[in-house]
């Protein structure tokens, strides 16, 4: 894990850029019936020979064998010790549902649920009524006032909602409400240390308010709360890299995420062409650039091995519109695997290229697992890229005389 | 190392099973002639084939550099951190030689010795008298009672034995009577710390009454008492990883070290042959098992290159049988190397294979240090074998959101 406590003196400012492409799951794993990784099946000529001309390496998010969540998987990419610097997942729905987050806030994930009754559950996802359902009894918890806090509900999708609970001195030390089984009522929220009495006497000044609100409801007659957790504070990275950093991406929770990290986040459209635009509009204006791709994790996700090669071979076509930029450093890499056949984020080593006047002809012949495996690089913690990045733009001084 | 202090967040039950083959002494090193290390001079086929079926790699016990006994190697591979959880002498000494230790048990390695007239030492391992004289003077100081503690006095083999303590409140944080070189007498045992005061004083009593029975022998007149240690306290593996574990070991040294881990000790013949029936009889009990094979470490401390690579044949003739299990992930790995050409346990990274569904088509050629140098793995502190093995067996869910 990085711990180089000795940053301040040696970062300094350069007139130079870094551009970061994040592809979110980027990393695979062979089809035992192929043998071949999604990357390896892919046809990707540009990242190929952009693998040729770079130094390569395999990142490691978190530690062998833990696959991390996007939170975790990003933070180390950006050069913060994820075991040290956890966004809880609270405040990770909040920042995926676009929901405005400040510090010291505090927020939940909702669930609407079924109760009979005497109050015991039936459902907890309340029949998984959907948005049109779900998103007008939201409007109705939005209402609900309570002392010690101003409160906000805000509708994710289906059954679920954030609840966001804004004061002074409010604390996530809350125990969750959802028993996690049927038959039995929801739990009252119980402060975890004495801090917390305040958050958890608005907590369930709420519960009780949406339970009277939420009444004669057919399915979605109760809420269930959890995840509890407040806005992290991350050192910023503008002051910790001496940069001015930018992030293109489309969807909320990476720019919430960003933004947490001291990244001002660009107004840009829906897809990666449009991000790629957004960026070249800003340009001029940065110091270092975030750019976010998703299709290759959403087509991990759903376990299809076919649309993952697909949307890797879809990112290869913009790589030369990347590389117009002429950036002094243009980073390839991945939060995380989620290779098809796990169907999920995984632990595998992430492929990690790293394109800069100081590495051209340190590379491997393919841009892939097994390629960059025997890259220059070697296999390095995640957290260790910002600094790679940092030093092939000049921005890192000698450590010691 | 491993640092993961989220471990409990993410293991979860599964319906899956683990096997971890341990080959004692696995790694080895090119012999200068030939320029092959026992590894690529054995034939073994049934290796190699599961090599290319899986996921290789090399692990590092402790440090590159650092030697590890069988204890630190072993932890790691059980997910301890070695530089964390200790295994003293007299512990290690004790468990091989099958004595029972109990929390709170203090034990010393004990030799005979030789003093003259004066109590000074002339031979500091009694002329390494045989067990068939140092068994029944063993049974003799077996009989020594003092007060603060019940002894106990076991023999190991020719000169050496084991002290065991039994009692309330002991310490280990003591002095060893040994002074290290002949025509001095015995040291007294003295206290690190005030807590250990009893301990001392039960030990030097010992030594006083150790001293009286043996008055009058010609070779084993006296003792000296080295490496006291308590039992130490290992996080149950069972808890820790939520399974439920099985060891199948034939030497006690094994046994003792994985039922102090949380493992259920496996009645079990001599031979691997017989370590392997045992683990088939009893598989459909356990999630979780270790399986031990020495001969490789035996050939290596020898210096027998050719007797190791024959350990290494001999070896390759049983994977048939375990891979018949069809486990959901067979680990082949060693606690630390021991090359022909050192004579001893080394700090050689250990190859290592990973062999589940999810690993299909990531191997490499040979099972040989060489080759897993280029698997997929990579170079990985062994404290991340059982991450690995958990996150193939979809025991771990994913960190963070």
């Not at 204006?285 to 791709?293: A, G, L, N, R, V």
Request: glycine share 10%; with cysteine; proline share 7%.
């Amino acid at each position: 894990m990085i711990d180089f406590p000795y940053l301040d003196q040696v970062v300094q400012k350069a007139d130079s850029k870094i551009v970061m492409l994040v592809v979110d799951g980027l990393g695979g794993a062979p089809r035992p019936d192929i043998r071949l990784s999604e990357l390896e099946s892919a046809r990707i000529p540009y990242l190929d020979r952009l693998a040729g001309e770079s130094a390569c390496g395999l990142t490691t998010p978190v530690l062998p064998g833990i696959a991390p969540g996007s939170g975790p998987g990003h933070l180390a990419l950006f050069g913060y010790d994820p075991l040290r610097y956890l966004v809880g997942r609270g405040v990770l729905e909040a920042l995926g549902a676009g929901v405005e987050m400040r510090d010291g806030d505090v927020a939940a994930r909702g669930n609407f649920c079924t109760v009979d009754g005497e109050g015991r559950i039936m459902d907890r996802r309340a029949g998984r009524i959907p948005s049109r359902e779900s998103e007008p009894l939201c409007q109705l918890l939005d209402r609900i006032q309570v002392d010690g806090a101003d409160l906000s509900v805000h509708h994710v999708k289906d059954y679920r909602f954030v609840l966001r609970m804004r004061g002074r001195g409010l604390s996530d030390r809350l125990t969750e409400t959802d028993p996690q089984k049927l038959g039995a009522t929801p739990l009252p929220v119980r402060p975890l240390e004495p801090v917390a009495a305040q958050a958890a006497q608005v907590a369930n000044a709420f519960a009780e308010r949406a339970a009277v609100v939420l009444k004669g409801q057919p399915r979605a007659n109760m809420v269930l709360l959890r995840g509890w957790s407040l806005l992290p504070r991350l050192p910023s990275m503008a002051e910790r890299y001496r940069m001015k950093l930018a992030a293109v991406a489309a969807y909320p929770m990476y720019r919430g995420l960003t933004s947490l990290a001291g990244m001002d986040v660009l107004p840009t459209g829906a897809t990666f062409a449009d991000e790629v635009r957004t960026l070249r509009e800003h340009y001029e204006e940065y110091d270092f650039f975030y750019i976010h791709y998703k299709p290759a994790d959403a087509a991990g996700e759903d376990g299809d091995f076919a649309a993952k090669v697909r949307a890797l071979e879809q990112l290869d076509e913009h790589i030369p519109s990347l590389l117009e930029l002429a950036a002094n450093v243009l980073l390839v890499c991945g939060d995380h695997a989620t290779p098809a056949i796990v169907a999920g984020h995984s632990w595998h080593p992430v492929p990690f290229l790293l394109h800069s006047r100081l590495t051209v002809g340190e590379g491997v012949e393919r841009f892939s697992e097994r390629a960059c495996a025997q890259g220059s690089l070697g296999q390095i913690p995640a957290t260790s890229v910002m600094f790679l990045a940092l030093a092939h733009a000049g921005r890192l001084v000698k450590f010691g005389a």
